[in-house]
């Protein structure tokens, strides 16, 4: 029977930072679910944003180096909940069957759709997010057209890039980008990247004012790449 050694978490993390180490802390569930700032009440019971990491473990907010934020190239969310950009035809099927967008253990579909910029952005605002890890950018290899959205209009007719606190109802604006039809799978380095692929990335890049520094292309470990 294995054993589990008790210590104060709070002075190890702080003692390991003090003498040079590093710590990586990985947080549970999206943005989104954070109980005080995501789409309440389809939210989970504790806070899932960056600020966490300092509650979780005992850290002071000036101990907080680098913040990668990982999403996807396209929005999933499961169970109840708005999303703006959920699509219900046979875009958003391939994408679930394209992404194996099924529960782990009990293969319950994920609700698919487009890339939300609008909630993105205040997701690298509220994280602190420093760098972007941009994942299953291969689901999406075989559109001709690929669409993001990058703002809301609201009941009233207006539009905003901000997020409300409200949004039920809210209409997605889309701005549309060429697919780049291409087998991503198959790259190893940046400079192998269909240029549509590229300036898609550079989209994402110039709205969120946050550089994406890895990639991933595939499910294979390999196809994982790091930018400079």
């Known amino acids: 029977m294995k ?10 993390v702080n003692d390991l930072l003090r003498s040079g180490k590093n710590i990586l ?5 999206g ?7 995501g789409s309440y009440p389809f939210v989970t019971s504790s806070n899932t944003i960056c ?3 300092c509650i979780g473990l005992g850290l002071g907010p000036n101990k907080i180096g680098n913040v990668f934020g990982i999403t996807k190239a396209y929005c999933t969310r499961v169970g109840a909940g708005p999303f ?10 391939s994408i679930r069957e394209k992404g194996h967008e099924f529960g782990a253990v009990t ?18 605002m509220i994280d602190g997010v420093t760098k972007l890890i941009l994942m299953k950018s291969d689901v999406l290899d075989d559109f001709k057209s690929i669409k993001a959205c990058v703002s809301y209009r609201l009941k009233d007719g207006t539009t905003t ?18 697919g780049w039809n291409a087998d991503l799978t198959t790259c190893r380095s940046e400079d192998q990247l269909p240029q549509a692929f590229k300036d898609y990335i550079q989209f994402i890049e110039d709205y969120l004012e946050t550089p994406i520094a890895i990639l ?13």
């Open 31 to 37: 943005t989104m679910l954070d109980v005080d700032f």
């Open 3 to 12: 054993q589990f050694k008790f210590v104060d978490s709070e002075f190890e």
């Open 161 to 178: 890039k901000d997020l409300p606190y409200d949004i039920e109802g809210v209409e997605p604006v889309y701005k549309e980008l060429p």
């Open 25 to 29: 802390c990985e947080g549970a569930q």
């Open 51 to 53: 600020a966490g990491a």
């Open 216 to 228: 991933s292309v595939g499910p294979d470990r390999k196809a994982t790449i790091v930018r400079g």
């Open 84 to 93: 703006p950009t959920e699509l219900f035809d046979a875009t958003g099927k």
């Open 107 to 124: 293969g319950r579909e994920r609700r698919c759709g487009w890339i939300d910029l609008v909630q993105l952005r205040y997701s690298v």
